[in-house]
């Protein structure tokens, strides 16, 4: 168990660092105002309307970073900061958010993927460490017995959080493609202004790797439990 506690302790040192250098560049960019002048709900009306898309509302919501896509109501809710200001950093969320509304119309394949594996996870996440903890206090490294099983259920279960995590990714990495060439190719944003907007939203994506790469380290190392420590 040491081990593995460790092994969280670094994944977790990492995530800080990239969530701490994420919110130092929405701070920095944020202080760049648009030579627009619009805002971040502004912004994504235009980026829904040029892309044909009349049945999705931008809406506010509280909170800072907690800008999504709601596929279920059609909803691109962005955090009040972003819905209001019109700097760089508003743009580049307001854009990306509406990539996903965009995935969502063009049925993209991986978000689709990852839709499907939403109420599986939501069961599943949360159990899989107790199950392969259960199995191993069973005995699960000493052969076949029930406490295998239940250690090989709980991996199984924590397989699902991996292979979402990795999906997430080309999810995210699409999301802000799009949102970087509509505001390049429609003009919304000076050179220096997308070189800023690229930067925040290349640290956001580092986030989603940082927790893939970390539910993989996690997954394997639970593994080398059960299936290494069998004769």
Do not use: C
Request: positive net charge.
């Amino acid at each position: 168990m040491l081990g593995y506690y460790i092994l969280i302790g670094a994944i977790a040192l990492v995530s800080w660092m990239v969530s701490n250098k994420l919110k130092k560049k929405f701070a920095f960019y944020s202080k760049r105002q648009l030579n627009n002048g619009m805002s971040g709900r502004e912004i994504a009306e235009k980026m829904l309307a040029d892309n044909g898309i009349g049945d999705v509302e931008v809406i506010s919501v509280r909170g800072q970073l907690t800008d999504h896509y709601n596929p279920k109501n059609k909803t691109v809710n962005l955090s009040e900061a972003v819905y209001n200001q019109r700097n760089a950093a508003a743009a580049a969320v307001a854009a990306h958010e509406v990539g996903h509304a965009v995935q969502h119309a063009t049925a993209y394949g991986a978000l689709q993927m990852r839709s499907q594996l939403v109420p599986i996870v939501s069961v599943t996440s949360g159990m899989s460490q107790w199950l392969v903890i259960g199995g191993l206090i069973l005995g699960a490294a000493a052969g076949f017995g029930p406490g295998y099983w239940v250690a090989v259920a709980g991996l199984v279960f924590m397989g699902f959080a991996t292979l979402f995590s990795f999906i997430t990714l080309p999810v995210e990495y699409d999301a802000s493609n799009r949102a970087l060439a509509w505001l390049k190719t429609k003009n919304m944003v000076s050179q220096q202004e997308y070189e800023g907007a690229e930067d925040a939203l290349k640290w956001a994506a580092r986030t989603y790797l940082v927790a893939a790469i970390g539910a993989l380290a996690s997954l394997l190392y639970w593994a080398l439990q059960i299936f290494g420590g069998r004769d």
